[in-house]
């Protein structure tokens, strides 16, 4: 491969000759440690995002046990509740959560059903 330069004060050309295998292997050698480092990188993030992803599609044991023992609490906190308490979901027409107080002023509130 040759490079051609006019030096523009003197009617003289410069050229440059320079293989094109060395080319290759000197541009290799000045990026080689940037490709593989940037290979590296993309390697990491891309098991990196799947051991995440994994993770939010299943989730573990302790996980369950903790959202278990979070339903209990929450349970016995309403049944202790010295007021009634009632969330309904109008959408699906059905009672989320309610405690005795709350369900016996439910039920005495709704009209007798006629057999």
């Given at each position: ?5 006019t030096?523009p004060?003197?009617?003289l ?5 320079v293989?094109?295998?060395?080319l ?10 940037p ?13 990196g ?6 993770q ?5 044991e ?8 979070l339903r ?5 906190l ?5 007021v ?10 059905r009672t ?20």
């Amino acid at each position: 491969m040759e490079i051609a330069a006019t030096l523009p004060s003197k009617p003289l050309q410069l050229v440059y000759r320079v293989t094109l295998t060395s080319l290759l292997v000197d541009t290799l050698h000045n990026l080689l440690w940037p490709l593989l480092i940037n290979l590296l990188l993309f390697l990491l993030s891309f098991a990196g995002m799947t051991l995440l992803r994994q993770q939010s599609l299943r989730p573990s044991e302790n996980q369950s046990a903790e959202l278990d023992s979070l339903r209990v609490l929450n349970e016995e906190l309403v049944s202790s509740l010295p007021v009634g308490l009632l969330v309904y979901d109008f959408a699906s027409n059905r009672t989320i959560l309610s405690n005795k107080i709350a369900e016996h002023l439910f039920a005495a509130s709704q009209p007798a059903k006629d057999h």
